[in-house]
């Protein structure tokens, strides 16, 4: 089994600061790591994931993630938001093995990029 | 691109009511996802297929059952609404085991009253 927790529910940040929003994960296996951004009135659609190899890794829309294993974290940074980046944010752990493939989802964190 | 549809943007019904929500996936996806989505509660799984007419469980799938007659087509059935079910339900697909990403679709707004 695996869990997922996203730190904070609600990130605000004024335009052209960084964030990072945090994701830590737990399970027994290995895991496939994803970040997921769902904007208003929209269904969810894929930032980025991790599968294996560097544990930089860089999506759409300049976000990037880093993959940190002995501390169970995948948080995801962007170095400038703009107010199009307001959206709600999704990390979601797969396992990698054992059989089961169903994805866990954290519970979100609202990101709110002020003017 | 993968395209995933749900028959429905916005849905109202009454208590008791039969209510199918449809979504239909043009990429030939093995594995199809039903969630509902609360404000903080994040995204749960209620059913999921990986096959044609098989289905299988996900954490909170009562009250709701699902069918899926043909590959591109996952249909979710409230059996009879309650106003608990009042939610956002959103649909994905995927091609194959954990690596891949899921698609999903716009999402239906349901009120039940």
Same mark, same amino acid.
């Given at each position: 089994?695996?869990?997922?927790?996203?730190?904070?529910?609600?990130?605000p940040?004024?335009?052209?600061?960084?964030?990072?929003?945090?994701?830590?994960?737990?399970?027994?296996?290995?895991?496939?790591? @994803?970040?997921? $951004?769902?904007?208003?009135?929209? #269904?969810?659609?894929?930032?980025?994931?991790?599968?294996?190899? !560097?544990?930089? &890794?860089?999506?759409?829309?300049?976000?990037?993630?880093?993959?940190?294993?002995?501390?169970?974290?995948?948080?995801l940074?962007?170095p400038?938001?703009?107010?199009?980046?307001?959206?709600?944010? @999704?990390c979601? $752990?797969?396992?990698?093995?054992? #059989?089961?493939?169903?994805?866990?989802?954290?519970?979100?964190? !609202?990101?709110? &990029?002020?003017? | 691109?993968?395209?995933?549809?749900?028959?429905?943007?916005?849905?109202?019904?009454?208590?008791?009511e039969?209510v199918?929500?449809?979504?239909v996936?043009?990429?030939?996806?093995?594995?199809?996802?039903?969630?509902?989505?609360?404000?903080?509660?994040?995204?749960?799984?209620?059913?999921?297929?990986?096959?044609?007419?098989?289905?299988?469980?996900?954490?909170?799938?009562?009250?709701?059952s699902?069918?899926?007659?043909?590959?591109?087509?996952?249909?979710?059935?409230?059996?009879?609404?309650?106003?608990?079910?009042?939610?956002?339900?959103?649909?994905?697909?995927?091609?194959?085991?954990?690596?891949?990403?899921?698609?999903?679709?716009?999402?239906?707004?349901?009120?039940?009253?």
């Amino acid at each position: 089994a695996q869990s997922v927790t996203q730190l904070d529910s609600q990130v605000p940040v004024f335009e052209e600061a960084p964030v990072e929003l945090r994701c830590n994960y737990s399970s027994s296996v290995s895991v496939y790591l @994803f970040w997921y $951004v769902q904007y208003p009135n929209q #269904g969810l659609q894929l930032l980025l994931k991790y599968l294996s190899g !560097s544990t930089l &890794v860089k999506g759409i829309n300049g976000f990037e993630a880093e993959f940190n294993k002995s501390q169970t974290s995948f948080h995801l940074r962007k170095p400038s938001v703009h107010i199009s980046d307001t959206a709600e944010y @999704f990390c979601a $752990v797969s396992p990698s093995s054992g #059989g089961s493939y169903i994805p866990t989802f954290g519970r979100g964190t !609202s990101l709110i &990029v002020h003017p | 691109d993968v395209k995933v549809t749900q028959s429905s943007r916005y849905l109202v019904k009454r208590t008791g009511e039969k209510v199918f929500l449809e979504c239909v996936q043009d990429m030939d996806h093995e594995n199809m996802f039903w969630y509902r989505q609360d404000p903080g509660l994040g995204l749960r799984l209620i059913y999921f297929s990986y096959d044609v007419k098989m289905k299988e469980k996900g954490d909170i799938p009562e009250g709701y059952s699902v069918s899926r007659e043909k590959k591109e087509r996952f249909s979710l059935i409230l059996e009879s609404a309650s106003t608990n079910q009042t939610s956002m339900y959103l649909c994905a697909s995927s091609l194959g085991r954990g690596l891949e990403t899921q698609y999903f679709g716009p999402g239906t707004r349901l009120l039940v009253l």
